[in-house]
């Protein structure tokens, strides 16, 4: 049986296991074209977390300030302004 590396046989199908995959490639398995789509959500998930537990702890952080320093409310707010606009901006050039 001669295969397609074998140059004295028939030429065969270039078979996906003769050259590695291509970055991005899809391979061509049963349900592989959820792969792609599955690491968006992911990506998108992560993001979405990362987010709103920045604005917690910055909104934790300025509690603890404020009841330390007597400034309530003004070291929480600042400190969720801070982390949403940080927040903001680190998405922007993440996925821009």
């Known amino acids: 049986m ?11 199908p270039d078979l996906a296991s003769d050259r590695p995959p291509s970055e991005g ?3 061509n398995v049963p349900g ?9 959500v992911g990506k998108a998930a992560g993001a979405g977390l990362q987010f709103g537990l ?3 702890i910055f909104a934790v ?6 009841g ?10 600042t400190g ?3 982390s949403f606009f ?3 901006v680190s998405l922007i050039k993440k996925y821009s």
Do not use: Y
């Open 2 to 12: 001669s295969t397609s590396n074998d140059p004295s046989g028939p030429p065969g």
């Open 68 to 77: 330390r320093f007597g400034t309530d409310p003004w070291l929480l707010v």
């Open 54 to 56: 920045t604005i917690c």
């Open 25 to 27: 490639s899809v391979p």
């Open 32 to 40: 592989a074209e959820w792969v792609g789509e599955q690491r968006e």
């Open 61 to 66: 952080a300025g509690l603890w300030l404020d």
């Open 86 to 88: 940080g927040g903001t």
């Open 80 to 82: 969720v302004l801070l």
